[in-house]
């Protein structure tokens, strides 16, 4: 396996009232075992559309992170979603 970081990118749309939670919530990463660092960008048009770019020490890390949440929180925090996100991964060249 390669010792490359990886990146995930992950676009959300929120529900206008849980845009600032969702937000505060990428805090959460910094927690996380393999975490390095995150930038969290607003559609210029669309406020409520965030685009969250990850880095990682690897891909595991980041699903360990996501599969960490229990099913109730998983839901709590998938109900300030208007829409299913979008989710992609990356390697650095």
Same mark, same amino acid.
């Given at each position: ?23 505060? =919530?990428? &805090?959460?990463?910094? +927690? ?6 995150? *930038? ?6 669309? !406020? ?21 949440? =229990?099913? &109730?929180?998983?839901? +709590? ?6 829409? *299913? ?6 390697? !650095?060249?």
């Amino acid at each position: 396996m390669s010792n490359k970081t990886i990146v995930h990118i992950g676009t959300l749309h929120a529900k206008p009232e849980h845009t600032n939670n969702l937000i505060a =919530s990428f &805090e959460g990463l910094k +927690q996380a075992a393999g975490y390095i660092t995150h *930038e969290c960008y607003r559609d210029i048009e669309d !406020k409520n559309k965030l685009t969250l770019v990850e880095e990682w020490e690897n891909k595991d890390d980041h699903e360990n992170f996501v599969n960490s949440f =229990s099913k &109730e929180e998983m839901e +709590q925090w998938l109900n300030m979603l208007s829409q *299913e996100g979008v989710d992609s991964y990356y390697e !650095k060249i």
